[in-house]
């Protein structure tokens, strides 16, 4: 994303190119990496992908797999590539994280209000009646907004954030 070269990534990128050019296929890099992963974080499953939307699409799957549930709850005015769920704003007067799709929004696969809620960086309050549908399976954040300027998460804001999607998983239907 900064654009910049350093040597040792140059120097592995132009290594794995010389076995190949395709990167469609899981290489035996992939098999490193997953266990490297399995190793660090104690999780045994890894799935690796080639983007961050595409991290994304996978991680909802997964959520809503888990949960059974259907939205995911994003920030206004969020940037996560191109998943379609994150191309949504709130709507004003709504309640409850209401969602509509954002201005130049072309062709939803899915209307948003359907798959997402919407509520305001840093507002908990809001944040905890959207959660309260009992809808959400996921809350989806850049650790700052970066798409409207850079804003910022208050102190603490994260943590409160990780509170309350633990009650996500502790309702009735997720394991
Ligand atoms: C927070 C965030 N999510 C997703 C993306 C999309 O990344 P990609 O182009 O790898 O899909 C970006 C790219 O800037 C990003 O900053």
């Given at each position: 994303m900064a654009g910049h070269?350093?040597?040792?990534?140059?120097?592995?990128?132009?290594?794995?190119?010389?076995?190949?050019?395709?990167?469609?296929?899981?290489?035996?890099a992939?098999?490193?990496a997953a266990e490297e992963l399995a190793r660090r974080f104690g999780l045994p499953l890894w799935q690796l992908c080639l983007t961050a939307t595409d991290a994304n699409r996978f991680v909802l799957r997964i959520a809503r797999a888990v949960t059974k549930r259907p939205k995911v709850l994003v920030h206004n005015w969020c940037y996560h590539g191109t998943v379609d769920?994150?191309?949504?704003?709130?709507?004003?007067?709504?309640s409850a994280g209401t969602a509509q799709a954002?201005?130049?929004?072309?062709?939803?696969q899915v209307d948003p209000s359907v798959t997402t809620r919407v509520v305001e960086i840093n507002d908990l309050?809001?944040?905890?009646?959207?959660?309260?549908?009992?809808?959400?399976?996921?809350?989806?954040?850049?650790?700052?907004?970066?798409?409207?300027?850079?804003?910022?998460?208050?102190?603490?804001y994260h943590a409160a954030l990780r509170t309350s999607g633990n009650k996500i998983r502790r309702t009735p239907h997720c394991r």
């Open positions: 070269a350093p040597a040792p990534l140059t120097r592995a990128i132009v290594a794995q190119l010389e076995n190949g050019a395709t990167t469609m296929l899981p290489s035996e992939a098999i490193d769920e994150t191309f949504a704003i709130s709507v004003a007067g709504g954002r201005p130049g929004n072309t062709g939803p309050v809001a944040t905890e009646a959207a959660l309260a549908a009992g809808d959400v399976a996921a809350i989806l954040i850049e650790p700052a907004l970066t798409n409207i300027g850079i804003v910022l998460p208050d102190p603490g």
